[in-house]
C-alpha cells in the first residue's frame, strides 16, 4: 500500500494529501481549526475523516500527530490506508482517521505543542498535584542549558554521562522522558492545565464513541527502537482485560508498566486516560512506536529544539537546522522506512477490523 506514496515534506502537503484521499475515498470530514498559525503562515486543522456506517456501533481510531513531528510518518499511513478504502463497500466498523492531532507541533517540526507541552503527558488528573519528578529538577539546566554553542554540548553531554553513571540507563529515560510538570521549557514537559490538544479530544470522543460499544484506537508514534520496527505498546497494566484483548487482537503487545517496552513508564498519556474519557465505550487502544535513530539522537535533537525555543527565534534563519535536525530524528525520508513500518500498520488496522466486525 506504499507504492507511491512518501512521506510529506511540509503540515500543509500532508494536510493536502490527506484531504484529498478523504474526499476520494467518499470519507465523511469535519476540520478543527487550531487559534494558530503554522510555520509557513498556514492555517492549523485537526481534521476528521470518516468511512463506514455512521451509526455503527464499532469504531477504529487511527491517530497521527499525537507528537506533532511524529504526525508525518502517521500521515502518510493514513493517507494510504485511506487510498486502499476508496470504493469499498461501507459497512462493519467505521473507520475514524483524525490527522494531526498537534497541528502546531506537526506544522513547526517539534514533538511538542504551542506550548512546549508533551500532550502525552498531559492527560494527567488536574484535580490533583501534577507527579513530581525532583530528579528531572537536578538534570533540567543540563538537558536544556541557556544556549547551544560546542562548548555547552560538550559540558553538558558530560554532565549526563556522569549521571548516567550514576543511575543507569533505564533510570535515566524514566527521569527524563517520563514526564516533568515543574520545568516549561524543558523536555517532555506535561504542562499546567489541559492544552487545546487534550480539550478538543476529550469533547470529541465524549461526542463521538458516546452510542459507540467497542473502539480500537491506533495512535502512531516515532522515534523510540530499532530502525523501521514497529513496536506495539500498551498503556494498560499487564494483568488487565483491556491488556489481555491487546495481546489477543495484537500478538506481541509490550506494557509500559513492567519494562518491557522502549518507552518508560509514563505520566498522562492520552491512551491510558481514553477508557474515563468514554466510559459507555470497550476501549481496546495501541499506540505503534517506530524506530528510526537511536536514543542519544532523538534526544540531541529535542535538546536542541528546546533550547531554540525557550532562548532563541524559531523563524531564524538558524532555525531551520534545528528542525532539520528534528526531522531526521523522527523520521526517514528514505522511501525503504515507510515501505518498512507500513506492513505494521496495515496488519495491526486489520486485526483491529476483525476483531471488531
Ligand atoms: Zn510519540
Same mark, same amino acid.
Given at each position: 500500500?506504499?507504492?507511491?506514496? %512518501? ?19 467518499? $470519507?465523511?470530514?469535519?476540520? !478543527? ?11 492549523? @486543522? +485537526? ?32 493517507? $494510504?490506508?485511506?487510498? %486502499? ?37 498531559? @492527560? ?19 538537558? +536544556? ?15 549526563? $554521562? ?14 527524563? #522522558? ?32 458516546? @452510542? ?41 503487545? &509490550?506494557?509500559?508498566?513492567?519494562? %518491557? ?33 537511536? %536514543?542519544?539522537?532523538?534526544?540531541? #535533537? ?19 537546522? !534545528? ?6 530524528? @523522527?523520521?526517514?525520508?528514505?522511501? #525503504?522506512?515507510?515501505? &518498512? ?6 496488519? +495491526?488496522?486489520?486485526? $483491529?477490523?476483525?476483531?471488531? #466486525?
Amino acid at each position: 500500500m506504499a507504492d507511491g506514496v %512518501s512521506l510529506p515534506r511540509s503540515y500543509r502537503e500532508a494536510r493536502e494529501d490527506f484531504l484529498l484521499a478523504a474526499t476520494t475515498a467518499a $470519507a465523511r470530514l469535519r476540520s !478543527v481549526e487550531h487559534p494558530l498559525k503554522g510555520l509557513e503562515g498556514e492555517d492549523l @486543522f +485537526v481534521d476528521v475523516a470518516e468511512v463506514g456506517p455512521e451509526d455503527a456501533t464499532e469504531v477504529v481510531l487511527v491517530v497521527s500527530g499525537t507528537h506533532g513531528v511524529e504526525g508525518y510518518l502517521g500521515s502518510a499511513l493514513q493517507r $494510504a490506508h485511506l487510498e %486502499s478504502l476508496a470504493g469499498v463497500a461501507a459497512d462493519g466498523p467505521a473507520i475514524v482517521f483524525i490527522h494531526a492531532l498537534n497541528p502546531y507541533g506537526f506544522s513547526w517540526v517539534r514533538r511538542v505543542n504551542e506550548d512546549n507541552v508533551d500532550l502525552n503527558r498531559n @492527560f494527567i488528573d488536574w484535580a490533583e498535584p501534577a507527579p513530581a519528578n525532583r530528579e528531572y529538577g537536578e538534570l533540567a539546566a543540563t538537558l +536544556v542549558p541557556g544556549d547551544w554553542s560546542a562548548e555547552t554540548q560538550e559540558r553538558t553531554l558530560i554532565e549526563m $554521562a556522569a549521571k548516567l553513571e550514576e543511575v543507569g540507563i533505564d533510570r535515566l529515560q524514566q527521569i527524563v #522522558s517520563g514526564g516533568q510538570y515543574d520545568h516549561p521549557a524543558g523536555v517532555f514537559y506535561g504542562g499546567t492545565e489541559p492544552v487545546w490538544s487534550n480539550r478538543w479530544l476529550q469533547a470529541f470522543l465524549g461526542e463521538r464513541l458516546a @452510542f459507540v460499544r467497542r473502539a480500537a484506537i491506533i495512535d502512531l508514534h516515532t522515534g523510540l527502537g530499532p530502525w523501521g520496527h514497529g513496536e506495539l505498546i500498551s498503556s494498560e497494566p499487564p494483568d488487565s482485560a483491556a491488556h489481555a484483548r491487546q495481546a489477543d487482537w495484537w500478538g506481541d503487545v &509490550t506494557s509500559l508498566h513492567d519494562g %518491557s517496552s522502549v518507552s518508560a513508564l509514563l505520566s498522562g498519556d492520552w491512551l491510558a486516560a481514553a477508557p474515563e474519557l468514554a466510559p459507555a465505550t470497550e476501549i481496546t487502544g495501541i499506540a505503534i512506536e517506530y524506530g528510526t535513530v537511536d %536514543s542519544i539522537t532523538v534526544l540531541q #535533537s529535542l535538546r536542541a529544539d528546546a533550547v531554540l525555543h525557550a532562548n532563541g527565534d524559531p523563524t531564524s534563519p538558524e532555525a531551520e537546522a !534545528v528542525r532539520t535536525q528534528v526531522r531526521a530524528a @523522527f523520521l526517514d525520508d528514505d522511501p #525503504s522506512w515507510l515501505a &518498512t513500518c507500513t506492513p505494521r500498520y496495515r496488519g +495491526v488496522a486489520e486485526a $483491529a477490523l476483525a476483531a471488531l #466486525s
